[in-house]
């Protein structure tokens, strides 16, 4: 199973991006989808979440701004990004935890896009 990340880039203040995270190999279902970022020289933290059913929560700074969705059929998640900010500079890492064909149960870490937004 692995999950890769894109979407990245470079943007000015005020502008958006959309993020995309895709789940390939031997999967049986996915539930909590998430997406966390880690700015430089600071600890990665939680971004936003969203479950099978399509119930997301953010962390508040984010709230408003920012839109994750998920399309199960493709098994991919994004993350929209809106009004983004200089703050908003960070590496942004996919998460998913994954149920595979054997039954086997794990969180999956996807390899990171980098995004930076210039003021």
């Known amino acids: 199973v692995q999950l890769q990340a894109s979407g990245g880039g470079l943007v000015q203040a005020g502008g958006s991006l959309r993020l995309s995270c895709v789940a390939s190999?031997?999967?049986?279902?996915?539930?909590?989808m998430s997406w966390h970022r880690q700015a430089p020289g600071k600890e990665r933290e939680w971004v936003a979440g969203?479950?099978?059913?399509?119930?997301?929560n953010y962390a508040g700074s984010m709230k408003g701004r920012f839109l994750i969705s998920r399309d199960n059929d493709k098994k991919t998640v994004y993350l929209q990004m809106n009004d983004l900010k200089p703050e908003d500079t960070a590496v942004y890492y996919c998460?998913?935890?994954?149920?595979?064909?054997?039954?086997?149960?794990?969180?999956?870490w996807g390899q990171g896009t980098l995004v930076t937004v210039s003021s």
């Open positions: 998460n998913a935890e994954i149920r595979d064909d054997w039954h086997r149960e794990r969180t999956y």
């Open positions: 190999g031997s999967i049986f279902i996915i539930n909590t």
């Open positions: 969203v479950t099978s059913g399509g119930t997301a």
